[in-house]
């Protein structure tokens, strides 16, 4: 009867997150794959005596997620794409 005085308990909002898709293919038919970004190691290993100076030291790469075509990319749909 007098349920207006009870406390009311707050229920937490819950995000939809839908996953964001992992191909796609573009208006001429390419084939696209999303790549995860990561890191990695990037450098000479002093371990072996390969490589010159300039691979030295051995650093960490960031790398953001990219596009990238599923198939080699033929001549038919590169001049498809750079004619504006």
């Known amino acids: 009867m007098l349920d207006f005085f009870k406390k009311k308990t707050e229920e937490t909002p819950v995000a ?3 996953e964001a898709p992992r191909d796609f293919t573009n208006s001429i038919g390419m084939e696209f794959l999303y790549i995860d970004g990561g890191e990695f ?4 290993n002093p371990q072996y005596n390969e490589g010159g100076d300039v691979e030295a030291p051995v650093h960490t790469v960031k ?14 749909q590169y001049f498809k794409l750079t004619r504006l």
């Open 16 to 18: 939809i997150v839908e």
């Open 41 to 44: 190691s990037m450098g000479r």
């Open 63 to 76: 790398v953001g997620g990219f596009w990238i075509s599923k198939y080699p990319v033929t001549q038919e």
